[in-house]
């Protein structure tokens, strides 16, 4: 049995890698893309061979064929798509972050709980065995007691003015855009959650007012600190290194790529794996046709993208105020 899948919106990160990933999983197909204009759907149909182009989103909502949605729209329309999707009955992928602040990802879980539909924050590197591998190695103890956690996602597409990224009111900035990846990253190493977040970041007013670069420090209980850094107008890098007092785990290309792991430990450094050919988006696809089937339930739950948001929230305040600000749980 496979899911038939509709995808709302042909966003480059929809086309260039959502969709042909579904394509080649085992459980998934795509049935259907829409968007704001027919011309633009059927393109992206005929290039992708998708048998059906709807012009608009609700279109797409209302064909009885379809079981789940993705979601690659701008931020700030992801809480009502995800609403109207859930009460069309479709299961629902969201690109992250799910919303612009907690109260909407409340929102969009609850209406998703109510309709008895899933949903997901589409943070496909969680999925990779990478991850699956790294918590192993923190369980046994190899590297020590754990001690910090510093990640970092950046690049340079400041040349770009008219990209949603720099809508401010859209939800664009470095830390909705990639700043998510670390932050996220510190939660599932960590294993708990946060307990105050101290950022700076640099606005630009070129640039719609939207923080291109921020840094900034996560407490968490234990006196284990996080601290990251992201932008959008900064030389591409991107990795999680995890402190042990005995030893340290780099995760190189940690979000996107398939490097291996590096575990650094006092008897020496060794390269673990190689993760050649393993496409995250694919795995996201196939874990997500198991939930939905309910043969296994997703690797986290929609409650963890309220907790991701309350986090974000406070690190957009810390950038704004200058201040440090305590999360509440």
């Not at 049995?1 to 509709?6: A, P, T, V």
């Not at 591998?133 to 046994?140: C, I, N, P, T």
Request: proline residues 4%.
């Amino acid at each position: 049995m496979k899911l038939r899948w509709g995808v709302i919106g042909s966003a480059n990160i929809a086309v260039n890698s959502v969709i042909p990933a579904i394509q080649k999983s085992e459980r998934g197909e795509v049935d259907a893309i829409a968007s704001r204009g027919i011309e633009k759907a059927q393109e992206a149909a005929a290039k992708l061979n998708i048998p059906k182009a709807y012009g608009s989103y609700e279109e797409l909502l209302a064909d009885p064929d379809i079981d789940a949605v993705y979601i690659p729209l701008p931020n700030h329309l992801h809480k009502e798509w995800t609403i109207k999707a859930a009460e069309a009955g479709k299961h629902v992928l969201c690109e992250k972050p799910a919303a612009l602040n907690t109260e909407e990802a409340i929102e969009m879980i609850e209406a998703c709980k109510k309709a008895g539909v899933l949903f997901v924050e589409a943070f496909m590197y969680r999925l990779h065995p990478r991850v699956a591998r790294v918590k192993e190695l923190l369980a046994s103890g190899e590297i020590g007691e754990l001690r910090a956690v510093n990640g970092s996602f950046t690049f340079n597409n400041a040349a770009d003015a008219g990209n949603v990224r720099y809508r401010q009111e859209w939800g664009g900035g470095s830390i909705y855009d990639v700043g998510v990846y670390p932050l996220t990253a510190a939660r599932w190493i960590i294993d708990r959650e946060p307990e105050a977040a101290t950022v700076h970041a640099f606005f630009s007013d070129e640039h719609g007012g939207v923080d291109m670069q921020a840094s900034g420090l996560i407490e968490f209980a234990g006196g284990v600190g996080m601290t990251f850094d992201c932008g959008m107008w900064a030389a591409y890098r991107q990795g999680i290194e995890i402190l042990g007092t005995e030893g340290r785990i780099e995760m190189k290309g940690a979000f996107t790529d398939a490097d291996p792991l590096i575990v650094h430990t006092k008897d020496g450094s060794r390269t673990e794996g190689s993760f050649e050919g393993i496409n995250n988006y694919t795995l996201q696809a196939d874990y997500f046709a198991q939930a939905v089937f309910g043969e296994a339930p997703y690797p986290y739950s929609a409650e963890d993208a309220i907790a991701n948001m309350k986090l974000v929230d406070a690190c957009l305040q810390s950038a704004r105020t200058r201040t440090r600000v305590v999360l509440k749980g």
